[in-house]
């Protein structure tokens, strides 16, 4: 019997409920340096100066477009570490997909992995959008952060690997790797991205200058194709003319 492939999404933050307590408590600033000088920096307040929309609503609206992308997909969804634990005690014997929550999946890519499931480790050529671009990443020869997925025996050995972004300094020349054709999902880098706000907050006005990159970025046109990938920036665009109202 075929491995089940399983999206996993590495948060279960749910930001439509967040509250700048929340944001601070969050259990992932434990792991991650970046996060806690986010929070440090009280990130949201910086943010919330300057747009129409608050930190927390922008990246709630992000989290529903990424949500439509996966549910898309008619994958079971697993969110968070906890999620993950409870799936990898059961059966390690699946294929797990990971995803940050504003990230997007083709809406095929079940079909198109599912004639990989025998290997460890699967990965493939993606999208990167970062403030509206959207350009094809150059072609890879390894497998990566995003655009990828591996078995749950991998994952259970260490758990980390698909929480830490440095996951890829992680493989290990024993597995059995299969790069499959096309594109199929999409990392996207918004104003609100951690890794976008912090060279930004490191700067002068910081909060002029997120301005500027939303208006930059909500000015660019989209490509009509993929037709899947269109639709969901065309909605994240329509989230920044918000943001900018």
């Given at each position: 019997m075929a491995r089940e492939l399983v999206v996993f999404v590495r948060t279960s933050v749910d930001w439509s409920s967040m509250t700048n307590r929340k944001f601070r408590e969050q259990p992932m600033?434990?792991?991650s340096p970046k996060l806690r000088w986010l929070i440090r920096q009280n990130a949201p307040k910086v943010w919330n100066r300057v747009f129409n929309l608050t930190y927390f609503q922008f990246r709630a609206g992000l989290q529903a477009i990424g949500e439509r992308s996966l549910k898309a997909t008619g994958l079971r969804i697993l969110r968070g570490p906890t999620e993950l634990q409870v799936q990898?005690?059961?059966d390690p014997?699946?294929?797990l997909l990971?995803?940050?929550d504003d990230d997007l999946l083709c809406p095929h890519i079940s079909d198109a992995l599912a004639p990989h499931l025998e290997h460890d480790v699967l990965y493939w050529d993606d999208y990167f959008v970062r403030n509206g671009v959207c350009r094809e990443r150059e072609e890879k020869r390894?497998?990566?952060t995003n655009g990828a997925a591996l078995t749950g025996h991998i994952v259970a050995d260490d758990p980390t690997i698909v929480v830490d972004p440095g996951?890829?300094?992680?493989?290990?020349?024993?597995?059995?790797?299969?790069?499959?054709?096309?594109?199929?999902s999409a990392t996207n880098r918004t104003e609100a991205s951690i890794t976008r706000m912090i060279p930004v907050l490191r700067q002068r006005r910081p909060g002029h200058k997120l301005r500027r990159a939303a208006q930059s970025a909500v000015r660019v046109v989209l490509p009509g194709?993929?037709?899947?990938?269109?639709s969901y920036l065309s909605d994240v665009q329509?989230?920044?003319r918000q943001l900018l109202a």
């Open positions: 600033a434990g792991k990898l005690e059961e014997d699946i294929m990971p995803t940050d390894y497998f990566t996951f890829v300094k992680k493989r290990t020349t024993d597995r059995d790797v299969c790069k499959v054709p096309g594109r199929l194709e993929p037709s899947w990938l269109a329509e989230l920044r």
